[in-house]
């Protein structure tokens, strides 16, 4: 297959050559990046606001600086540990909350959201689970913990989401009847959902849902009316959301309303 040209690039595959020219220059301008990519200085500061929020890069007047210096797609997971980082004690509190909801013989689907990966620890006393994920941090994650089975679905690499996406990527997911989803999200709010950041990531989390049983959504409070670009899919989609304390009482209602369960921890 051909290397598509920059004008032919995906929101993902952009957002992925806009990271692969911080990391070789360090930094990078967004007049330059628009005749680059023959796309609006709209959309690449949009490209760039959304990178920001995923601590990939810190923007500046005209463009955007690398936040690591030497980062590496090894030693950086494009950002995941960045994200990690953020409500980290909520983020463990949900994950351990979601893992009790595993059952042995289980086929669970974890995500590449940053709270999902930290069910892996919590899941070390379910016996004769099987593993399916997009994620390379959640197959780090499990080959580190734990003794299961696990697959990690194919297609192409998506270095600012650390996951695969695409086609290959769909298709290996339509081959599986999956147990329970365990599903993060940029944003989620009543009237619009989940949302997201990119249509590729959209379309792998609506297949998720799909192929899935029972769905989990695991969102700290920090989601709550936020506003991704992308809608996912309506909270109706969703069977149990699991959030932390600092929920406000009226997402607590619109949840409930909408038709998951809603756990708070």
Not at 34 to 50: E, N, Q
Not at 156 to 178: D, K, V, W
Request: hydrophobic share 45%; net charge positive; charged share 20%.
């Amino acid at each position: 297959m051909p290397t598509p040209l920059p004008q032919d690039l995906s929101t993902t595959q952009r957002r992925d050559a806009i990271l692969e020219q911080l990391q070789r220059q360090g930094v990078v301008r967004v007049r330059d990046l628009a005749k680059h990519f023959a796309v609006s200085t709209v959309t690449v500061r949009a490209d760039l606001a959304a990178m920001e929020e995923e601590g990939l890069l810190r923007r500046e007047h005209g463009g955007a600086v690398r936040t690591l210096p030497g980062r590496t797609l090894l030693t950086s997971l494009s950002g995941m540990e960045e994200r990690q980082g953020l409500n980290s004690t909520q983020k463990r509190a949900i994950a351990a909350a979601a893992a009790r909801h595993v059952r042995p013989r289980d086929i669970i689907l974890i995500d590449a959201g940053t709270t999902a990966v930290e069910m892996v620890p919590f899941l070390t006393e379910v016996d004769d689970i099987t593993i399916v994920t997009n994620a390379l941090n959640v197959a780090a994650a499990v080959g580190a913990h734990l003794r299961c089975r696990l697959i990690l679905l194919g297609g192409t690499y998506s270095r600012t989401s650390s996951s695969t996406l695409g086609p290959q990527a769909l298709h290996a997911l339509s081959e599986f009847n999956i147990s329970r989803l365990f599903l993060g999200t940029q944003a989620f709010d009543a009237a619009s959902g989940l949302t997201d950041t990119t249509t590729e990531i959209a379309q792998m989390k609506r297949a998720m849902i799909d192929a899935s049983r029972e769905v989990y959504l695991l969102a700290d409070s920090s989601k709550w009316e936020k506003a991704g670009f992308i809608k996912v899919a309506p909270l109706g989609k969703v069977h149990h959301v699991l959030s932390d304390s600092a929920l406000p009482a009226c997402a607590i209602r619109a949840i409930k309303e909408a038709g998951p369960r809603c756990e708070i921890v």
